[in-house]
């Protein structure tokens, strides 16, 4: 199939790109011709190539379930192949297909030579970022307000089988409910260290282990050398960027990837000193 440069400036990530700078980029691609039912990558993969769909159709998939189904002219998975995030579907072709694509440092390498197309491909990009992040605002604002009068509906009906006569039926409603409410509390959600602001924590033994998420009452690490069973104590030193607060707790949860200790409640200095860090984290993923 012949594509000219001015058909891709239907795609967004290629707007206000001139025709020549087009060509150039387009020129380094290598043309591929696909089968069908070939899997051109898999969720959870670190992104090789950028990818481009000429012909034919794709579907990108979660599981058994397609998710969408792209058709020329498409970009598949550009996000991914820009920043290195991992693949979060596995696209696979539905019938035979065209496919141009360029491996992720030779586009890098082609960037940097190229830096009047660099340009305003990474401006677009960044205005698709900012366009998928104002729609996430508006879904998670949603999400909240369901959680919220979820919460409040939970807290009522606890407050109603508690003012009943006691059954064995409603102890069992009532520690359901009080384990969903506390776990929905603000304080139990957990955000994720970024590389930046990596921190980690000194075991008892001396062994450093990297800290997977946070909060001011959780912890979650990978799997320890010995895993500690269910409501175990635990403790240790936790290694923030400016100081070491020494931090104990009880194990939640303990699997062949992860430990999650509840933590006990910190003295005001080092809860000062994790709160401090902890704004530091949640504002990298607020808008101003």
Not at 16 to 35: K, Q
Not at 123 to 138: G, I, M, P, S
Request: hydrophobic share 40%.
């Amino acid at each position: 199939m012949a594509v000219r440069p001015s058909d891709l400036h239907a795609i967004p990530l290629f707007e206000n790109i001139t025709e020549d700078h087009l060509a150039d980029l387009t020129g380094a691609f290598e043309r591929l011709s696909v089968a069908e039912g070939e899997v051109l990558f898999e969720a959870g993969a670190s992104p090789t190539h950028f990818l481009l769909l000429v012909a034919g159709e794709v579907a990108l998939r979660e599981g058994a379930e397609t998710r969408f189904r792209l058709t020329p002219i498409s970009p598949i998975g550009e996000l991914g192949a820009v920043t290195g995030l991992p693949r979060s579907t596995t696209a696979v072709t539905t019938q035979p297909s065209q496919v141009w694509r360029i491996g992720v440092p030779e586009l890098r390498e082609f960037f940097e030579r190229h830096g009047d197309v660099a340009f305003p491909f990474y401006h677009n990009l960044l205005n698709l970022v900012t366009d998928k992040l104002r729609r996430e605002r508006r879904r998670l604002e949603d999400v909240r307000a369901n959680l919220i009068r979820t919460q409040r509906g939970m807290k009522a009906l606890l407050d109603l089988v508690l003012e009943a006569e006691e059954t064995p039926l409603s102890r069992a409603v009532c520690s359901t409910l009080e384990d969903l409410v506390e776990r929905n509390r603000r304080w139990h959600y957990m955000v994720e260290p970024a590389s930046a602001l990596a921190i980690s924590v000194r075991l008892d033994g001396g062994e450093l282990v990297p800290v997977r998420q946070i909060s001011d009452g959780w912890l979650r690490l990978p799997r320890l050398p010995h895993p500690p069973p269910k409501g175990t104590d635990w403790s240790g030193v936790l290694l923030l960027p400016s100081r070491e607060i020494p931090v104990s707790g009880t194990v939640d949860s303990s699997d062949a990837d992860t430990t999650t200790v509840k933590l006990d409640l910190l003295i005001a200095e080092y809860a000062t000193a994790l709160q401090e860090y902890l704004a530091r984290l949640q504002m990298l993923d607020f808008v101003v």
